[in-house]
């Protein structure tokens, strides 16, 4: 009996799983983290308004999820000014990067990312064929000007940039991205990924005019809004690209309760501006606790700090090993020279307690 | 200023979108369905221990969801007698159906289903430029033989067969669907869709070893479970092609209230055998509706029945929009002979109470 016929590509793609959670280390320690400081989630949770929202949207259950995510659309129209036509709903940041991946790459067809930048982005061009190249940070920033550059030089059609940045933190002025555009090559696209935009400080978002053909925006509720587990984000752009969206994507693939919580989050704009002031907070002692243990902290416009451990890849990577030793969940930069640094996410005042306890065992077990 | 440039496919794709929901005659007419019997839901709702699960699992939503499923997926495994290796969870049927497409389909491959058939695995085959092929239902059943004829002629990558089928609600037994194996081309896989494979009467789910490389199949928590808007389902097969999803798939796509309701629910057999029982009690209702009406109904092994309304697609789609102008949501089949008929979902009693009076009215209106 033969087995199936695979597409050329995906016999080409690597068998490895790139998406380890904390879980996988939990299930076979038999113990759950003491802090879950990894994946930039919010430990402050949703909006109080968001969890009884969701509740109830439990009842109705039975029911398919309207899969124009109509209401939600409408509101975030309001929120941004805009049309519900220049909004797409999707199953995260990481579904709908999929998506526009799908929409535009072929095999062979040049992609744009930063060396070090999101990972879930390279898979998905992978995952289409398409050809990656990657340029260096730049002071530990994302390089608009070398990304463009490269663009121009391979004929990109795709160009991804975060601003705030994962795995850094660190951001640029949007004055900054909005006139980069000005070198945007004919017919490429600049994929702005602006998760973590909410906790970023004004004006880091560019005013570009919703219609731009050359730029979609991405954002989701995972991280300011706090409903990661509920899997749901939305892009903004031109009608054109975002009804394209349609002809492709699976357009039952929002959870309803998913729906009716992040509307809920959406309209607690007090509940936002708390989570933002307790995250500001909480990078305020992430990097107090470094500096307290001698090393520096990358300024942060995101839920999370790089903390530069002074030394390279390995001595970062042993560091990151011994607080997971005792029980912190955190991560850090797949490439050189950021994986100097360890990421660690905002957390509780509790879950800080534990950091600043395990910091400096950590470093001592290491540098041993 | 120039717009993205789509690949081929996606430039050829038509724009229209295919899944209008109930809501959007909802939002135009500003009121709701007084009954909701049009997409094959189950109007009595999933378990009270898989509420009482996602309730308290909307409490722990801002932590991102497990990746790989894994309590599901193990419990699933025991469910079937199967390892864990041999299922993959995914967004609804709907987005495995995409995946699985996507592993195997490159523009121009050979894709098999029946005319009438589920028309989202059509929307994937084209929306991968898969070239589909399709062969006429025998007496209102897929005809697997005619099926496998046409993948031989046409050397297909992948059949389609639904057992019991959708829109009609007819189906095969087991060891019919085992046979037809014997005719499957080398190189071909047939996907089995067993969505409402619960509904069923013994014996109709195929006994075929779960590690066939020629199988995959397909299942639902959407339908006898009852949690439709969680947007959860999961595939079975072969060890190599089940983790093949994991080089392609949103590993991030499922939400985290949907696996714990998806667990319960599994985990709570007396609720699935009253919502049997109670499908069972409605689908002879139905029929007894139509019987009162001189319509003749063709038997069924899911959560649905198809009426024939006695004469041809325009008349049954007259009768059809008069049961939604008398505020009934249902559907129809969307080719001939299919669409002689249309398609009921089972309702409660009161919802069939609705039918009972509204069917009538909507005859005697589509024949003047």
Request: proline content about 6%; some cysteine.
């Amino acid at each position: 009996m033969t087995g199936p016929r695979y597409t050329d590509i995906v016999r080409a793609l690597p068998a490895s799983v790139p998406f380890v959670g904390p879980e996988v280390r939990e299930r076979e320690t038999g113990k759950a983290f003491a802090a879950r400081l990894g994946a930039n989630e919010n430990v402050f949770g949703p909006s109080p308004k968001a969890i009884s929202a969701m509740q109830e949207a439990v009842g109705d259950i039975w029911k398919y999820s309207d899969a124009t995510s109509h209401d939600l659309r409408h509101a975030l129209a309001v929120h941004h000014n805009v049309d519900a036509e220049n909004i797409v709903v999707g199953e995260g940041i990481d579904g709908l990067l999929g998506y526009l991946v799908r929409l535009l790459i072929e095999p062979g067809d040049s992609v744009v990312t930063s060396d070090g930048a999101y990972p879930t982005f390279n898979y998905h061009v992978a995952g289409f064929g398409g050809e990656l190249h990657k340029v260096p940070y730049k002071d530990d920033h994302e390089d608009p000007a070398a990304l463009l550059t490269k663009a121009k030089e391979v004929g990109a059609k795709l160009v991804y940039l975060a601003n705030p940045d994962n795995p850094m933190g660190t951001w640029h002025d949007g004055s900054k991205i909005r006139a980069a555009l000005d070198d945007l090559p004919h017919g490429c696209l600049l994929m702005l990924d602006e998760a973590y935009i909410e906790f970023a400080p004004d004006g880091t978002a560019p005013e570009i005019p919703i219609d731009d053909p050359r730029v979609i925006r991405m954002r989701t509720f995972s991280k300011a809004y706090g409903i990661a587990g509920a899997r749901i984000a939305y892009a903004m752009g031109a009608p054109d690209l975002i009804q394209s969206f349609d002809k492709i994507r699976n357009h039952f693939g929002v959870n309803r309760v998913a729906q009716a919580g992040a509307l809920a989050a959406l309209q607690d704009e007090d509940w936002l501006q708390q989570t933002i002031h307790r995250m500001a907070e909480a990078r305020d002692r992430i990097a107090q606790i470094a500096a307290a243990n001698g090393l520096h902290s990358l300024p942060s416009a995101a839920n999370f700090v790089a903390v530069d451990c002074g030394r390279d890849g390995d001595f970062a990577r042993a560091v990151l090993n011994e607080l997971i030793a005792r029980d912190l969940f955190v991560r850090m930069p797949g490439v050189a020279p950021l994986n100097r640094c360890i990421r660690i996410s905002c957390g509780r005042p509790q879950d800080l307690d534990l950091l600043e306890s395990a910091l400096p065992q950590a470093l001592a077990a290491a540098r041993a």
